[in-house]
């Protein structure tokens, strides 16, 4: 397992995918956030918002993290790395489990823009409006002093890990179709198209998002915010990483008996 992590660590550094796609996520921040505070400042300018709305960090996660799963999780099938690490001893279940955690991590660097873009507009007096309801949108237009104590830290630490750990788990759902389309753009068009419907849908009825409810689709953003409770907390950990393991355990079905 760590061979196997060490070898993608390798990768990425030599990779320039994984840089651009880290500069649209720069980008897209910069403009969502220059958006916000230019109609907070200019209601007329209100306009803009139906293109920022694109640029929110749950739109663009989704759309970039599809990419790197296409592009670059699913080029070990195509350099025929999988082979080599299965013909050298690593276990299929070691394989899905590498490439769930480098989705994870690499969930957590495209939100990263986000979260400083937040951070700074929140400790400042830039004025800036949430047009969407997405947790650094939200701080951003609370626009308040914070005061660097403990506490407050590890609110923030909190806030932004659930925030970002939850579109981590919306993105696992895409790890099956790795092992079993295998191609780059078979695996990125079915994924992203699956989460683009899987927004609506958690939205239909109360039933559907009582079911959804445990499932990284459905968050309520009321209590996404920087009090948020440590019952909460905990409760959508644990069924983030449930989902995880359950799409670990249908990749693994999938790719147990599969020929390469």
Known sequence: MIDLMKADFFKARNSSVLFVLFFFACFSSVFMFVSAHIVAEDIEKS?????ASFFSDTQMISLLGCIFVGIYL?????EKAIEQAIGSGKKRGQIIANKILILILFAF???LPYVAGSIFFGASSISAVAFIQTVPLKFAAENCSLQLNTETLL???KLFFLSAFTMAGQLSITIPFVFLLRRSVSVLASSYLLLLLLGPVASLNSTVKDGLSFTPFYL?????VLGLSNEFF???VLINSCFILLMAGIS????RKSEL
């Open 155 to 157: 609110n923030i630490s």
């Open 252 to 255: 693994w079905l999938i790719f």
């Open 74 to 78: 699913c080029r070990d099938f195509d």
């Open 220 to 224: 309520n953003p009321a209590k996404m």
């Open 47 to 51: 306009s803009i918002l139906q293109l």
């Open 234 to 236: 905990f409760q959508r």
């Open 109 to 111: 660097l495209l939100y």
